[in-house]
């Protein structure tokens, strides 16, 4: 079993619509979350972390389920400009810094 | 602007031929590490630098070679290029995990 798994997509959705990814981990020590997001042939960037309570950042909504082990993000009034790769970032635990990412889920918003 | 810059973006090179993709940033940044992209397989990481002279392996290390004399500064070196190294790589920094800085990537070709 890979350690962090995402659906590769692409999911193909209209303006304004809700979508949401989740991300799957098997590492069930690991300690820290995010997600990034990788335009075509450009470098990935910081989109946000991951807490336990969940969080929000204005139209985007991460969430943590420990228990299944898993790590959602959902966009809200999707924009064109939200078409991207969304990476998957798990961090273990202990003093490995070697953190797994995720295959990525290609997002397409279309008009 | 802080950024993350890599040299050369593009690179073609022969089996064999020893080459330097070098890596700087300008925040002053303790944490520096390099990636490889592959289809299908995302981001993996080659080697990892927690401050000068202090580096260590990544998931990927075989065939690879980094140095971190200066804090700004992490080349990557590659003795004796291979096929399999054909690749896209990227340069990352941050002040602590996660990477929050990645560079434009490297766009390498070993034939």
């Known amino acids: 079993r890979k350690e962090v798994e995402q659906d590769p997509g692409p999911f193909n959705v209209p303006e304004g619509a809700t979508v949401a990814f989740n991300c799957t981990y098997s590492n069930s020590a690991s300690q820290s979350f995010f997600w990034y997001r990788q335009d075509c042939r450009k470098e990935p960037k910081l989109l946000m972390s991951v807490y336990s309570s969940g969080n929000e950042d204005g139209r985007f909504t991460a969430q943590l389920n420990r228990a299944s082990q898993y790590i959602s993000l959902l966009i809200r009034d999707s924009k064109l400009s939200d078409s991207a790769t969304y990476l998957c970032?798990?961090?273990?635990?202990?003093?490995?810094?070697?953190?797994?990412f995720g295959r990525g889920t290609s997002l397409i918003v279309h008009p | 602007e802080a950024q993350v810059t890599q040299n050369p973006r593009y690179l073609i090179t022969v089996t064999g031929k020893k080459l330097t993709v070098t890596c700087s940033q300008n925040m002053n940044h303790e944490y520096m590490s390099w990636y490889r992209q592959d289809p299908g397989l995302g981001l993996r990481q080659i080697y990892y630098s927690m401050n000068v002279e202090v580096t260590d392996k990544g998931d990927v290390p075989e065939g690879y070679k980094v140095s971190r004399k200066e804090k700004r500064n992490f080349p990557l070196i590659l003795e004796s290029p291979s096929p399999n190294q054909t690749s896209l790589y990227f340069c990352?920094?941050?002040?602590?995990?996660?990477?929050?800085?990645f560079g434009q990537g490297t766009r390498l070709t070993v034939v």
């Open positions: 990352a920094s941050s002040l602590s995990r996660p990477e929050a800085f």
């Open positions: 970032v798990v961090n273990p635990s202990g003093g490995s810094y070697i953190p797994t």
